[in-house]
């Protein structure tokens, strides 16, 4: 009988956050949710924040863990499953307009400077809007 806490049996993290470190980093994915929502416990206005869900067909992504930046890229794997949180209304209102299954481009390409002191700068994520994916046929991470 196998030991069931050998690490061979774990069950990995399949579930990531996509965050964007440095200029240049990108995510490709079918969308596979975009109705789930959360408050943001972090701002002092308690907005609600959307999550979108991607099974992902690639990227590059310098993840951010409290608060710092990895110096090394995270490579996206095909097939795993991400999620993309954001309260910001231009990106809500851009993805949005992604139909599940359609494939989405996001990516970070500058950052602007804030003319709020003590405000941090703004990351500007440019969505693009693919195709839609044949082979999509409504799953999402509930059903692995």
């Not at 240049?24 to 416990?41: A, I, P, S």
């Not at 090394?72 to 949005?96: C, H, M, R």
């Not at 405000?119 to 991470?141: C, H, N, R, W």
């Amino acid at each position: 009988m196998d030991d069931l806490f050998d690490e061979k049996n774990e069950v990995k993290n399949s579930y990531n956050n996509i965050k964007f470190g440095k200029e240049g980093d990108w995510f490709r994915g079918v969308l596979t949710e975009n109705t789930r929502q959360m408050e943001n416990k972090l701002s002092e206005k308690r907005e609600m924040q959307t999550i979108f869900e991607f099974k992902a067909q690639g990227g590059s992504l310098h993840l951010i863990n409290d608060r710092v930046v990895d110096e090394e890229a995270t490579e996206v794997q095909p097939g795993e499953y991400w999620s993309f949180i954001t309260g910001k209304q231009a990106l809500l209102n851009q993805l949005k307009k992604a139909k599940l299954g359609q494939v989405v481009g996001l990516k970070f390409s500058e950052t602007v400077k804030s003319k709020t002191k003590g405000f941090g700068d703004a990351k500007i994520i440019k969505v693009y809007l693919g195709e839609m994916d044949p082979e999509y046929q409504g799953e999402t991470s509930q059903d692995q």
